[in-house]
């Protein structure tokens, strides 16, 4: 059968026929069950046998076409025949999952305020631990680098303040340069990280670690761009550097007055929960694909350890729900059987699946199972239905928090508006 799909595919790409081998008519046409030949297609690709074009509904070419006709390509998955044949790959804000979505506005602000004339203005990211603000912040560095907003040699020079918390004068050493002698230990002099950064982008993460006198120090570099280095204060230094700064703490709470001015933009970064189920799925998709290059194997999982995955409140966010992937892959990790690893509900961590079914004494897995590429087709084929559930599930909340039971929240006439109505 496989090599029945093969010859099927190449052919189709001599004659130029590409809309041909999409997984119906490839089942139509060589009379095998769809999901036969959505699984052994899925094992092909994986294989670097063939290579899957997104565009709707999914195509695939193969690899031994591309070869002959001697087109480069470096993945096994493009977005469109054109990105294949062009060989172009996802860049910058590309790679950011949501971006015309639930972070359209995020990636609008990022850009405006790191492009702002002359030399573009500080900002803040503030936002639940995990929700991916230094990948934003690093996105938002590669963004500007490609529209030639800052120099080709500026570098993304990032800090995390809080492994600073317990020594702040070695931040302010690190950041701002020292001379030799400073202090104890300080036997040569170091130009320091604003300098280092100079034409790139200084990110300084959880900021409220910063103490009060570096917090000064900051707010006069950005207000002159000039500063001094730690055991001279004759000197001035010059760099032309773009501050990005990340919070998990209330901005207004947690930082100076006089640093918040110098601060135009706060752009705040939502949560897991605010993100959606179309963008959640994308998400455990993009997550369970790194596994499985990382494994060198075939991931599928139980339909409760995805509705588990899906549904289960994240305090941690993204990083958490990367970190119960992993947890999943490592407890099924020498179950694999030939390159393929198949994820059960006992692979799940244990704190999610007494947060799921804390009230059943015994839980049964089923035979019901989902392959990592087939979340593609959840997250792409299913947006306006996940959009209308989203829409159902806001309303819900609001109305939950103003009755005292379902059935009087399903009886409302606002209930009613979204088009559905309680029989």
């Known amino acids: 059968m496989i090599e029945k799909i093969l010859a099927y595919i190449l052919e189709c790409c001599n004659n130029n026929e590409f809309a041909q081998t999409t997984v119906a008519n490839m089942s139509e ?9 959505s699984v052994v297609l899925n094992k092909l690709v994986k294989e670097n046998k063939l290579v899957r074009i997104e565009s709707k509904p999914f195509c695939f070419i193969s690899v031994e076409y591309l070869k002959e006709k001697s087109i480069p390509f470096k993945n096994s998955v493009y977005a469109s025949l054109d990105d294949l044949l062009s060989n172009q790959e996802k860049k910058d804000f590309e790679k950011l999952v949501g971006m015309n979505h639930s972070l359209a506005q995020t990636v609008k602000q990022c850009k405006a305020t790191i492009s702002y004339p002359p030399n573009g203005l500080p900002m803040l990211l503030y936002g639940p631990t995990g929700t991916g603000k230094s990948l ?21 020079v990032q800090v995390n303040c809080s492994e600073y918390a317990n020594n702040p004068e ?22 320091g990280l604003i300098a280092l950064a100079n034409n790139g982008v200084l990110f300084l993460d959880e900021v409220h670690e910063l103490k009060a006198e ?24 010059k760099s032309n550097v773009r501050i990005m700064f990340a919070t998990t703490e209330n901005p207004d709470k947690v930082l100076l007055k006089t640093l918040m001015r110098r601060i135009p933009m706060t752009i705040t970064i939502p949560s897991l929960e605010q993100r959606g189920t179309q963008e959640r799925i994308e998400l455990l998709h993009n997550i369970f694909s790194q596994e499985e290059k990382r494994l060198d194997c075939q991931i599928k999982m139980s339909s409760k350890v995805y509705n588990a995955l899906l549904q289960s409140k994240m305090p941690g966010n993204i ?11 490592i407890n099924s990790l020498f ?55 989203d829409s ?19 009886s409302k006439d606002t209930f009613n508006k979204t088009g559905y109505r309680h029989h």
């Not at 990083?319 to 892959?329: E, P």
């Open 29 to 37: 046409n060589l009379k095998i069950g769809r999901s036969q030949v």
């Open 136 to 156: 934003i912040a690093k996105l938002t560095y590669e963004w500007a680098k490609n529209q030639g907003v800052i120099s080709k040699d500026g570098q993304f």
């Open 170 to 191: 070695l931040l302010t050493a690190n950041l701002f340069g020292h001379v030799k002698g400073a202090f104890t230990g300080a036997e040569k002099d170091n130009e």
């Open 214 to 237: 570096c917090q000064e120090k900051l707010f006069l570099f950005m207000d002159q761009g000039i500063y001094h280095r730690v055991g001279d204060n004759e000197k001035w230094h």
């Open 319 to 329: 990083g958490q729900l990367k970190s119960s992937v992993q947890s999943c892959c």
């Open 335 to 389: 179950d694999k059987v030939n390159d393929e690893l198949v994820i059960h509900l006992d692979s799940l961590p244990k704190d999610l699946l007494q947060q799921v079914y804390a009230n059943q004494k015994m839980i049964l897995d089923n035979d019901e199972y989902i392959y990592v590429d087939d979340l593609r087709e959840y997250y792409n084929d299913t947006k306006e239905i996940l959009q209308l559930n």
């Open 392 to 410: 159902l599930l806001a309303c819900y909340r609001k109305y939950k928090e103003e009755h005292t039971s379902l059935s009087d929240f399903m």
